[in-house]
């Protein structure tokens, strides 16, 4: 206890920590935003006839996968096998890091969904 007083105390890992939690947070209201868009325009295509807003939903939502896959392929990576992986723990690193980045995608893509259909359930009156 007396050493996260200390850490507290001290500026420098004050200002450290401020910007891991500036960051942590900044992230994930990335992915609401870009989460809210999305199911916004999967709302419209459910609702209302027509191509556009299918296409548009399927072009918004690869936009949210190339985001996610710039978070996780094109900055640094998640380390599977360490700081400096060499050849085919290289290879294998990166295609856990994109199956991470899939799997991210997908679970982001369910989740609207399920809200889309619980608010399209919710203005019928049907019980969820």
Same mark, same amino acid.
């Given at each position: 206890?007396?050493?996260?007083?200390?850490?507290?105390?001290?500026?420098?890992?004050r200002?450290?920590?401020?910007?891991?939690?500036?960051?942590?947070t900044?992230?994930?209201?990335?992915?609401?935003?870009?989460?809210?868009?999305?199911?916004?325009?999967?709302?419209?295509?459910?609702?209302?006839?027509?191509?556009?807003?299918?296409?548009l939903?399927?072009?918004?939502?690869? +936009?949210? +996968?190339?985001?996610?896959?710039?978070?996780?392929?094109?900055?640094?990576?998640?380390? +599977?096998?360490?700081?400096?992986?060499?050849?085919?723990?290289?290879?294998?690193?990166?295609?856990?890091?994109?199956?991470?980045?899939?799997?991210?995608?997908?679970?982001?893509?369910?989740?609207?969904?399920?809200?889309?259909?619980?608010?399209?359930?919710?203005?019928?009156?049907?019980?969820?």
């Amino acid at each position: 206890m007396a050493g996260w007083r200390a850490a507290l105390g001290d500026g420098e890992r004050r200002a450290a920590l401020g910007r891991r939690i500036e960051h942590l947070t900044e992230e994930v209201f990335n992915v609401l935003r870009w989460s809210t868009a999305v199911g916004f325009v999967r709302y419209l295509a459910q609702e209302t006839p027509g191509l556009a807003f299918s296409v548009l939903y399927w072009v918004l939502a690869g +936009f949210l +996968f190339a985001w996610l896959a710039s978070r996780f392929l094109l900055r640094p990576e998640v380390a +599977f096998f360490g700081p400096a992986p060499a050849g085919w723990r290289r290879w294998a690193q990166t295609a856990l890091n994109f199956l991470l980045c899939a799997g991210i995608f997908g679970l982001v893509l369910w989740g609207v969904n399920v809200l889309v259909g619980a608010l399209g359930a919710a203005r019928a009156g049907v019980a969820i």
